[in-house]
């Protein structure tokens, strides 16, 4: 059972704006940098977001993050229909002693 | 082009074991962390384990501790993960990645990149 808590889905028609939530606690979030990832079937998670809502390279500015305390949220703006994929949160946990991941949100391109 | 290709894998019986390796090429794997994370469908993403840029220094999941053997050869660019005792419950879909160790907080970040493609592991009794 994930720590880092995600809604499992989400969904948005093309061109909106939606928003993924990743709720967790004092030794996660609240204490060190989110990173976002984005899972295509077939592939490995591409890293989308890290450190201080920096974009990895290559990701378009449709895509923002951001935190406060312990809730980080991943925004997609002008949203595409190759934008349909499952978004992970991630980040160092204390107690695990590890990188600790959410629960993972599909997104759906209505 | 950096990335990382992967190999090993497959279907195997409870309790056998099974070695993925992990090649990285354009850049120096030996400089930098390497992680194993695995994903399970319907259950998400799961860090497995972690080996120090040195490898001086390991670290393995809860859930496999004991039964796991993370390892790199730095005159090859490789990064390997040995798994025994396989259960049922192993089966996912195992990525290797690079790793970054944040030196002046002592902990690893949480961004890995790039990622293998990924390799399945079938675990059946």
């Known amino acids: 059972q994930s720590v880092l808590t995600q809604p499992p889905s989400v969904s948005g028609a093309p061109g909106q704006r939606v928003s993924i939530s990743c709720s967790g606690d004092s030794y996660n979030i609240g204490s060190h940098t989110v990173a976002w990832y984005q899972l295509l079937p077939g592939t490995g998670p591409k890293l989308l977001m890290y450190s201080y809502n920096q974009r990895s390279f290559g990701v378009p500015d449709r895509f923002s993050g951001s935190k406060s305390g312990t809730l980080a949220s991943l925004a997609i703006s002008g949203l595409q229909s190759e934008d349909e994929a499952t978004y992970y949160c991630a980040a160092w946990d204390d107690n695990l002693g590890a990188v600790r991941f959410g629960g993972g949100t599909k997104l759906t391109v209505l | 082009e950096v990335y990382l290709l992967q190999s090993g894998g497959g279907s195997v019986q409870t309790g056998e074991s099974l070695r993925l390796s992990c090649v990285a090429s354009?850049?120096?794997?030996?400089?930098?962390?390497g992680a194993w994370v695995r994903h399970i469908p319907g259950k998400g993403l799961e860090w497995v384990a972690t080996?120090?840029?040195?490898?001086?220094?390991?670290y393995y999941a809860p859930s496999m501790e004991g039964r796991l053997t993370v390892s790199r050869d730095k005159s090859k660019n490789t990064l390997y993960l040995e798994m025994s005792s396989l259960r049922a419950e192993d089966t996912a879909i195992y990525f290797c990645?690079?790793?970054?160790?944040?030196?002046?907080?002592?902990?690893?970040?949480?961004?890995?990149?790039?990622w293998g493609q990924g390799a399945q592991v079938t675990v059946s009794s």
């Open positions: 354009g850049f120096n794997f030996g400089s930098f962390a």
């Open positions: 080996i120090s840029g040195s490898g001086g220094s390991t």
């Open positions: 990645a690079k790793s970054t160790y944040n030196l002046w907080n002592g902990y690893y970040e949480s961004w890995l990149d790039p």
